[in-house]
């Protein structure tokens, strides 16, 4: 099916994912110093309200943002005027570290997740 499956920055829950578009572009990735334009405290906080949304007690104070549209969250999530995005081409295979990599590497220090949508 076409379209875009996941429109909001996030990291996945799994070690590494194989991401290949074989119409149209691919996804999108931050790349580059990963220290500038991403927002981790609400990616991370939101990565968690979506792996444990049978939890009904949220007075997280990321309520505001989860309210917001898609387009408005992401701008809050990656700053594009900092950060340096790229977008697959067609037919081209993407491979993302996820948040989980660091269960299955031997040296987890140098290799953070990659924010993509």
Do not use: F
Not at 18 to 29: A, D, K, V
Not at 46 to 59: A, F, K, T, V
Not at 69 to 88: C, F, M, P, T, W
Request: proline share 4%; net charge negative.
């Amino acid at each position: 099916s076409l379209g875009t499956k996941c429109p909001q920055w996030h990291v996945d829950h799994v070690p590494v994912r194989w991401i290949q578009s074989l119409l149209g572009p691919g996804c999108e990735l931050v790349v580059g110093n990963i220290e500038q334009g991403i927002e981790w405290d609400l990616i991370n906080c939101l990565n968690e309200r979506q792996s444990n949304h049978d939890d009904m007690d949220d007075d997280d104070d990321d309520d505001d943002v989860v309210a917001m549209s898609v387009q408005d969250r992401n701008q809050v999530l990656v700053k594009d005027r900092i950060a340096q995005i790229y977008q697959g081409k067609e037919m081209e295979a993407t491979l993302l570290i996820g948040n989980r990599w660091a269960d299955h590497a031997k040296d987890s220090t140098a290799v953070p997740p990659v924010v993509h949508k």
